[in-house]
Structure formats: C-alpha cells, structure tokens
C-alpha cells in the first residue's frame, strides 16, 4: 500500500542540504522562513504543520509565537544513536520497504506509524502493521519513547554495521529531500551513496548515546 507522499519535502528542497556542507563552501542559497518570509541564518528551527505534514522554516519569532498553535508542532530536538537496536531480518522484511534505507514515524493523523523511504520522487510512504511495529518496540523499549509526529527512527541498513537513530522529524526529511537531490538516472548513482554517508556521519557527529 505504498503512496507517494507529495507534502512532506520542503517545497523549496532549501532543507535537502541542511545537514551538509554545499559543494564548494559557498552560501549562495538564501534561506527564508516559511511564515513571516524574512531572511533567516542556514541554521534555524522548524515547525511542523501537523495535518499537512509540511515542515517549515521558522524564524525565532515566527517559532516563538506558532509553535503554541494547535496546527503546529516544534520539531523534535533530541538525537538518539542507537547501535544496539534489534531489527532481526525477518521483522525488516515484514515492513516490506524496497531498499535499506527509511525513517519510521508515528503519527497522529493517520493514527498508525509510517515508514518513509526515499524515491527519486521524494519520501514514498506506507503504513506499517501494528504487529511488526509492536514486536519491535518489545524488543527495542527505547523506541516507546519515540514523540509522536516530531520525531523518527531513521535506519540504514545499507551500511555495516546497520545505523539507527531517533531523530527529530526536519533531520529525517532532510534525508530523503538530499536523496531526491541526488539521484541520477535509474539506481540513484554514487551521489546518493555519498549523500546517504554524509547524513549518517554527521547524525552520528550530532547524536548523544542513548
Ligand atoms: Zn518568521
Ligand atoms: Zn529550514
């Protein structure tokens, strides 16, 4: 039951290299924020629009004064490596998810939790069986804690080891936005993969252990 997943990249890709150095150090790209419109630093905070499951660039008023609102949610702030979470094979191919690569997110709007992975079209979503997500919060408790809508579980099981993280949600769609960015001709090409090794690493710059 895979659907593309059309209103949850930036509409501006502005975030697809949030995470990452832009080719060559320059700063050409401008960054606004999405509700007030003015000028905002490379760093800056987002919202999440709930129903429309956009993220937004904030600025620190705009973030002060919305993120109150009851459309609006702050982004996750934590970031959780976790190298010890158990995903035994067969529960991964029950999420049937076409690549090693995805972000798991419970959400409030369809009432289940999603996996969305990355597409030359953007973030492809489909909702997981309650079973499978069950069984892996039996074996992993610390995915219990996960905050709903504001943040995800992003896996990486191209890599070996396996990589997993809690994440704020923005992080996770930065993944997939820097995927579509990417991605040449029919398998993705070695700018994804370099792509993907670079989110990963500094995630893993950023992350506390758990
Ligand atoms: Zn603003
Ligand atoms: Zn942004």
């Known amino acids: 039951m895979a659907r593309p997943s059309a209103p949850v990249v930036p509409a501006n890709g502005i975030d697809a290299t949030a995470t990452s150095e832009a080719p060559g150090g320059g700063d050409a790209r401008v960054e606004v924020c999405d509700i007030c419109g003015i000028t905002i630093a490379e760093k800056h905070r987002h919202l999440l629009h709930l129903v429309e499951r956009r993220i937004e660039c904030a600025c620190e008023s705009c973030w002060n004064v919305r993120s109150g609102d009851p459309e609006y949610r702050p982004t996750g702030n934590r970031t959780l490596w976790l190298p010890d979470l158990q995903v035994p094979d067969d529960l991964w191919a029950g999420f049937q998810i076409p690549i090693g690569l995805a972000f798991f997110m419970d959400s409030t709007v369809t009432a289940c939790v999603v996996a969305l992975y990355p597409s030359p079209g953007g973030a ?23 905050e709903p809508d504001i943040e995800g579980l992003v896996v990486n099981r191209l890599s070996d080891p396996p990589a997993y993280a809690i994440a704020p949600i923005d992080t996770c769609y930065a993944l997939t936005g820097a995927i579509k960015m990417n991605w040449e001709g029919i398998s993705g090409g070695p700018g994804v993969q370099e792509a993907v090794t670079r989110f990963f690493a500094e995630l893993e710059r950023e992350a506390v252990p758990a």
Do not use: I
């Open 124 to 146: 492809t979503e489909s909702e997981l069986h309650f079973e499978s997500w069950n069984r892996m919060r039996e074996l992993n408790p610390v995915l219990v804690g996960l």
